[in-house]
């Protein structure tokens, strides 16, 4: 008896797959090929979805990002929100996606594979503008530091990462007369930026957003 026809299959299955090959062996592995591999489909009848890996990988960015909304309800005319109140917001968003994007392996080669271009992630930067803009700035200055929140965002969990996938050194004793080369560097280290303190990473954003606040004459309630 030939097997009957392979039940259909979603979108939502193929990204999920595509995750799955994400985690276990890394953003290099992520293909159309591979992932019709996984679902036992014919690299051809992945077209049928996505007609290229960009798409693909566009979906799965998508996917990522849709559990992250900008907080406090801001709108672009600016009038629903205090200085404060939109300051809270931004760095409530920037904590919610270096969560995020922590919580997924390989999370930041993918966001970076391609332009944010899909309705969530235009959504997202969108909501970030928004909230600069009730916090009193003008949309210029808005965009510039929306893009500039983002990319501190992306470059933490880069960082981040990338200490936390290094080998670990063997712990070697040190002589009371031992000075360090890199005295600010180490400092940074006991604090836990490269490991991702929740305290530093929060104060680290609110100074970026209050370095576009402040030279703009806008107050803001920390």
Known sequence: MKPGPRRSISQ??????????LAERGFAAVSVRGVAGALGLTPTAMYTYFP???ALLTAMVEQLLAGVTVSGGVTVDGDTDSAGVARSALVETAAALRVRLRAHP????????????GPVALALTEGLGASFVAAGL?????????????????????????WSDAPAEPA???????????????????LGLRTGDETEFRTAVGR???GWLVPAGIASTR
């Open 12 to 21: 939502s299955e193929i990204v999920a797959a595509a995750f799955e090959i």
């Open 52 to 54: 290229a890996k960009q």
């Open 106 to 117: 390989g999370a930041v080669a993918l966001v970076t594979s391609g332009p944010l271009d």
């Open 138 to 162: 003008d949309r210029d200055d808005a965009a510039r530091a929306a893009h500039a929140l983002l990319a501190h965002v992306l470059g933490q969990v880069a960082l981040e990462t990338a």
């Open 172 to 190: 070697s004793a040190t002589l009371w007369s031992d000075e360090t080369k890199h005295p600010i560097t180490d400092a940074g280290a006991a």
């Open 208 to 210: 970026l957003v209050d």
